[in-house]
């Protein structure tokens, strides 16, 4: 207490600390290596024997023996792990010390054994029966089991801790517990009652010790409680240990299959999941596992159901290991090779249940002679034990998991073969869902890019390119798509759509949307009325679906149709719920279009509004879905001003500007669907259009024939007079009769020519076969049969007839 006054007189800075009350030096502690030579020799040695170190270090232990039963005792040493008894000790004055010594047999450090040999300097004497100290112990203990006094040294253990331990009471009385157990978690037991001993707290402590004569650590659930006497002083320490192994593995068991329920199956990517069975079983279950799988697996042939076929082929597909690099793999990921019928992986699959071999040096020269690599490897990390379980799912033969111990001196058992067999199951089911939905994937691609366009289109309003990226095998193919349809007047259209959903549905749906929007623009009808038929149809679709699996069938679809006339560069849109279209300009502007967002398809009943643009020669139209702009971790916008500054210093060709697109917005897999639709717009030149005013007059029909033929010479299209006269005649008198002016001819030489009657008459003729003495209605049939193809389009509040002719003859 005084020390205590004088150090906080001191500064008052420092924290009073409790005085130790272990006395490292009342323990007699000396080391004895193999050949019987004292290597080690402490101060509380010295005390016992009066010997100082340099007297006794290097010289033979036998010297500091008394008396043939000491020397009796000395021979026993080397046969046991562990000794006690009492021996005669020699004192350094002559006189004998009989001592009671505990002797650990350990490994050294510069490998082989040595002893150690412990001894208390002054042992307590017996206690009588009604010491108080026992009586204290016992009524508090909460399990008299052992208890130690203030120094730490062990006063009394009952009949339990002695079997427990091996040991009689009166060989450890005195001792420490890291002198009685020499293990290292027994360290972590004295240190907890150090601070039972500072702050007068029970303490739990649970720790695996391997205890002498026993072949496997064992874990052990210790209560430490404070001992004191009536006047509430410290007097010791109670300890009562219960043993929780089989409670403790189960536990980590349950931990185990739990953290694979959670860790394996993550993606429905087949590799990946197969190394998420090896990195769960490493380090708990194993030091080192491989999975090796069917070579057929990736492929969509039938897998067999019962045993492969001898030699058993596998492809290794993950491994893991506790050592950095897997340095105990033969094969690399990929590889397929030959499993010999003895080898583990093999039996495993053969007989169709888990099995556990013991790796002995029969069994590793028997691989060295069919493998001689794998025994190698086997040899130079020690494998001792292997557990091999066959991956099987719905009765398929998937391959094959083994698990390898090395460093876990602890062989497989029964547990750790259905442990090893729970989460291989767990596994072989996520393995086989990954294989079926890669099927599925693959049917879906082949579907969804055959729906695509496989080409270029017949046309010479825009030049395209196009780039479609299907998403990560997570999110399944997606239903986006893109088209460039030719129409008549050498205008092209151009769409982007995108179904709500994925893999073979959506891709489905996509194909029958696409189609559906090729023959409404067959028939020309402007963007805004083609998405509200779209809109109809989408209903249609949904209603199908629901009546065919009563279930909700609702589908979701985006579109956007934009129209370009090459001969008067007007291009008009109207979207569908579709993110706006990208306009970037020769003189390197950018701008988003504000088009009318409109509905998403499938809504019905609400309108759609088209918007009209001219656009400058050689300009970008940008088409894209919004998988392109969207991502994880990036918000919609960031996405956009990415797009704007590509665009802003664009490529010259629509092929590069997508992959400038695609580098920058898309540097990983996406998530979604992307599809992409790059045109460059071009213009027909005045000189290859002509037009003239249709009088309401028939007579007016020979001068506008002799018009069209001096325009067809100067394009020197001599072989086009007669066809292109006579058709020419017939459009205009059934303008002039049929039709309401004002009426229009224009001539258009593109890749085709292109004859176009325009009058103000909404009434569009149909073809028919004149009868023998009809007078008329063979204008038509005779134009259907010169002309290459021919039609009608509403056109500003009218109608326009047109024809086409091949340039070439």
């Known amino acids: ?26 323990t007699a502690t000396a080391t004895v290596d193999a050949r019987g030579l004292v290597t080690g020799w402490n101060e509380g040695a010295r005390r016992l024997l009066g010997h100082p170190p340099s007297e006794v270090v290097g010289r033979p232990a036998a010297d500091l ?136 707290k029970a303490q739990d402590v649970q720790v695996p010790v391997h205890l002498s004569g026993q072949a496997r650590a064992r874990v052990w659930a210790t209560s430490l409680a404070p001992v004191r006497d009536a006047g509430g002083r410290m007097r010791g320490v109670i300890l009562a240990a219960h043993e929780v192994t089989e409670g403790h593995r189960a536990r980590q068991r349950l931990a185990l299959v739990n953290d694979a329920s959670v860790r394996i199956g993550s993606t429905l990517d087949l590799a990946r999941t197969a190394q998420e069975l090896a990195d769960v079983a490493v380090p708990q279950l194993a030091d080192f596992v491989t999975v090796d799988l069917l070579p057929e697996i990736e492929d969509d042939d039938d897998l067999p159901t019962g045993a492969p076929p001898s030699p058993v082929m596998l492809r290794r597909v993950a491994s893991r290991s506790v050592l950095p690099g897997c340095p105990e793999a033969v094969l690399e990921h990929g590889a397929v090779a030959a499993y010999p019928d003895r080898s583990p992986a093999a039996e495993c699959l053969a007989i169709g249940r888990p099995v556990i071999r013991e790796v002995n040096p029969g069994i590793v020269e028997r691989w060295a002679d069919q493998h001689p690599e794998r025994a190698e490897r086997v040899r130079r990390f020690g494998i001792h034990s292997v557990l091999a379980v066959p991956i099987r799912a719905r009765g398929i033969t998937l391959g094959a998991a083994v698990f390898s111990r090395h460093r876990n001196p602890q062989p497989y058992e029964q547990d750790d073969l259905l442990l090893g067999q729970e989460i291989s199951a767990r596994a072989a089911v996520c393995i086989d869902n990954a294989r079926r939905f890669s099927r599925e994937r693959r049917v879906s691609l082949t579907l969804q890019r055959s729906l695509l366009p496989q080409g270029s289109s017949r046309q010479n309003a825009v030049e395209v390119a196009s780039r479609y990226l299907p998403a990560s095998a997570e999110a399944g193919v997606g239903g986006d798509w893109f088209d460039v349809i030719a129409l008549s007047g050498a205008r092209v259209g151009l769409v982007v759509g995108d179904v709500v959903g994925h893999g073979i549905q959506a891709s489905a749906t996509m194909g029958r949307l696409r189609m559906a929007v090729r023959t409404l623009a067959d028939i020309d009808l402007p963007p805004d009325e083609l998405l509200t038929h779209l809109d109809d149809l989408v209903n249609r679709l949904s209603a199908e679906a629901e009546d065919a699996g009563g279930t909700d069938g609702d589908i979701g679809a985006t579109c956007l149709y934009a129209v370009y006339d090459p001969v008067s560069r007007h291009c008009t849109m109207a979207r569908a719920g579709h993110p706006a279209p990208v306009l970037a300009t020769p003189d390197g502007a950018v701008e988003f279009l504000d088009l009318p967002a409109g509905p998403p398809l499938g809504l019905g009943g609400l309108p759609f509004e088209a918007s009209d643009r001219v ?126 002016p004002p009426a229009r001819l224009r001539l258009v030489k593109d890749r085709t020519l292109i004859c176009e009657v325009s009058d103000a008459g909404s009434t569009s003729p149909h073809l028919r076969r004149a009868r023998v003495f009809d007078e008329g209605g063979r204008g038509l049939l005779l134009v259907a049969q010169l002309a290459q193809s021919w039609g009608t389009r509403p056109a500003g509040g009218g109608k326009t007839i047109w024809a086409e002719l091949a340039l070439r003859p």
């Open 615 to 740: 656009l400058p020669e050689g300009s970008l139209l940008v088409l894209y879905t919004d998988g392109l702009v969207e991502a994880r971790g990036r918000d919609i916008e960031d996405g956009t001003d990415v797009l704007r500054k590509v665009l802003g210093g664009q490529d010259p060709t629509p092929e590069g500007t997508c992959d400038a697109v695609f580098r920058a917005l898309l540097p990983h897999h996406p998530a979604d669907d992307v599809a992409l639709l790059v045109a460059r717009t071009r213009a027909v030149d005045e000189s290859q259009v002509a037009t003239w005013t249709v009088p309401p007059d028939p007579e007016a029909v020979a001068g506008i024939r002799q018009d069209v033929c001096r325009q067809l010479t100067a394009w020197n299209l001599h072989h086009l007079l007669f066809s292109g006269e006579l058709i020419v005649s017939e459009l205009v008198t059934n303008a002039i009769r049929y039709g309401r």
């Open 65 to 200: 023996l008394a008396g043939a039963p000491a020397a009796r005792a000395a021979e026993r040493f080397g046969s046991l792990p562990r000794w006690s008894g009492p021996v005669t000790l020699r004192h350094r004055d002559g006189r004998d010390v009989v001592a009671t010594v505990l002797a650990h047999r350990r490994e050294a450090g510069g490998g082989g054994t040595e002893w150690v040999v412990v001894c208390p300097v002054a042992r307590p004497s017996r206690p009588p029966r009604d010491d108080s100290l026992v009586t204290w112990g016992m009524v508090q203990a909460p399990c008299a089991m052992a208890l130690y006094d203030a120094g730490l040294r062990l006063w009394w253990a009952n009949a339990r801790m002695e079997a427990v331990v091996g040991l009689p009471q009166e060989v450890m009385r005195g001792l420490r517990i890291c002198e009685i157990v020499l293990d290292p978690q027994a360290g972590v037991t004295e240190q907890r009652m150090r601070t039972v001993l500072e702050t007068g």
């Open 1 to 26: 207490m005084s020390a205590m006054k004088r150090a906080e007189g001191a500064g008052g800075q420092e924290p009073v600390r409790p005085v130790d009350p272990v006395d490292e030096e009342a």
